[in-house]
């Protein structure tokens, strides 16, 4: 195995959003893990809720 620090992404989900004022409720974003990968501008994010119910974007 290599020593890459590249992230293991889960399979594919599909989820329906509902935006409203420009809000999207967490719980409807993050999978069960409490974890979101993001794709931006070429590089890759993970959005995750803490034990403490806070928000952590890293990339």
């Given at each position: 195995?290599?020593?890459s620090?590249?992230?293991?992404?889960?399979?594919?989900?599909?989820?329906?959003?509902?935006?409203?004022?420009?809000?999207?409720?967490?719980?409807?974003?993050?999978?069960?893990?409490?974890?979101?990968?993001?794709?931006?501008?070429?590089?890759?994010?993970?959005?995750?809720?803490?034990?403490?119910?806070?928000?952590?974007?890293?990339?």
């Amino acid at each position: 195995m290599s020593g890459s620090s590249t992230p293991q992404r889960p399979a594919r989900h599909q989820r329906h959003l509902t935006v409203r004022d420009g809000r999207v409720n967490s719980r409807a974003l993050l999978d069960e893990n409490g974890l979101l990968w993001i794709q931006h501008q070429g590089g890759l994010y993970q959005l995750r809720r803490t034990a403490a119910g806070k928000l952590i974007l890293t990339k």
